[in-house]
């Protein structure tokens, strides 16, 4: 069974926003590189690659990049960070309706300085966690573009989020 497709939502915005500001800030990004330009970076480039790799890992008590309004409880997350992107999927289930897993999925790209978050539901699992997913500095880059993450529910749902298409599998416990 397939759960319903990805939705983009924009609660949660002003946490997006404040993360972007810190993210924006931490990379040096801003009017220095559109000024300067440079043969690697056109005087378009809004900000530049990060320095620092997050290898990526599941994270038991994450702080969610969406409201509570959208998503709770939020049981664990997975985050990756490449020089280029920062992904954070955050499990649990929908606020206005516990019994629909969801996964919040928060992209940033510190080069053309954007966001986004997708939601994808899983309907009938009640709140989802995350089991498995891509591990290791090797795959920071790769696994936010094409990872596997795999999922339980304390309704017995089983299943797999495809981060190439923002789309959930699932199969009953």
């Known amino acids: 069974m397939i759960a319903r497709r990805a939705t983009r939502v924009r609660a949660g915005a ?17 009017e220095r590189a559109e000024r300067d330009g440079g043969p690697d970076r056109p005087a378009t480039a809004i900000g530049k690659p990060m320095t620092a790799i997050v290898a990526p890992q599941i994270d038991a008590r994450p702080q969610a990049f969406v409201s509570p309004d959208v998503l709770r409880p939020v049981t664990n ?35 053309a300085a954007t966001q986004e978050v997708t939601l994808v539901e899983v309907p009938g699992s009640g709140p989802v966690w995350i089991s498995k997913a891509p591990a290791g500095e090797r795959v920071a880059a790769s696994a936010q573009r094409d990872g596997v993450i795999q999922f ?7 299943g797999t989020l495809d981060l190439s298409d923002d789309t959930v599998s699932t199969q009953p416990g």
Do not use: M, N, Y
């Open 14 to 30: 002003v946490f997006a926003a404040v993360f972007g500001a810190v993210a924006f800030a931490a990379c040096d990004c801003g």
């Open 77 to 111: 997350a997975w985050r990756a960070g490449s020089h280029e992107q920062l992904t954070e999927v955050d499990a649990g289930a929908l606020a206005a309706d516990r019994t629909t897993g969801a996964f919040a999925i928060f992209r940033h790209d510190f080069l």
């Open 152 to 158: 339980a529910s304390a309704r017995g749902v089983r």
